[in-house]
């Protein structure tokens, strides 16, 4: 079925970037679009950011995952090490986030090397999950093909039943990544696409700003 979007666009004007006045480093620049988009209160999650790998058989793939912490070194999230995105990671540790925030009109598009964190902070992390979670992630060998009629919420309710009062124990194949970056752009919906792009590049130890064209 066709689908003719020709006429499906949208003006945008709400912000701007002031190209004078950005920080030197642009973790800092995430963080107060972050917390600007975050205190809007959007629908939906706004730590949800893509994530693209280079799979063995040469083609991109891109998934939603969630981003758990940022700072000054990187973004960090969890998955399973032997799903689809762990292993693409094993073999190619160059990746590229990317988040889009629509209630700011705002875009930020980074590429980095993604590295495992220590197991003592996935372990910090998967302990504070909901035990349904936890659960989940031992049940689920994410990313392996499985029977169409497998029910694996029988089996999450069978494991909490076996495992009773015991603690629970973090999957080793489960864990976090840290993406180390080293471009970041910015990028802020202006009218008639006369984008504002800016763009962090890591030289030689040193963050360069530079702006780019829409």
């Known amino acids: 079925m066709k689908q003719d979007l020709s006429d499906k666009r949208k003006d945008y004007g709400i912000k701007k970037i002031d190209f004078n006045a950005v920080p030197a480093h642009p973790m800092e620049m ?28 040469g083609f991109p793939r891109s998934r939603v995952v969630l981003l758990r912490e940022a700072d000054k070194d990187g973004f960090v999230f969890y998955t399973n ?68 009629d497998r029910d694996l919420g029988k089996e999450e309710i069978e494991l909490e039943m076996k495992l009773g009062e015991s603690e629970i124990k973090r999957p080793e194949s489960w864990g976090g990544y840290r993406v180390e970056p080293v471009e970041i752009e910015f990028w802020q919906g202006r009218p008639s696409r006369l984008h504002d792009r800016l763009r962090y590049r890591f030289v030689n130890g040193t963050w360069i700003r530079e702006r780019l064209s829409p």
């Not at 988009?37 to 999650?45: A, I, Q, R």
Request: glycine residues 4%; negative net charge.
């Open 30 to 57: 995430f963080s107060n679009w972050f917390d600007a988009v975050n205190s809007l209160k959007p629908s939906g999650e706004p730590y949800a950011m893509h994530l693209s790998t280079i799979e063995a058989d």
């Open 81 to 148: 090490y032997q799903s689809q995105k762990g292993i693409a990671i094993r073999n190619q540790p160059m990746v590229c986030l990317s988040f889009f925030w629509e209630s700011s009109e705002q875009q930020v598009i980074i590429k980095g090397i993604a590295h495992k964190i220590a197991p003592e902070k996935s372990d910090e992390y998967f302990y504070s999950r909901p035990v349904k979670s936890q659960l989940g992630a031992i049940v689920s060998h994410q990313s392996s093909v499985i029977d169409f």
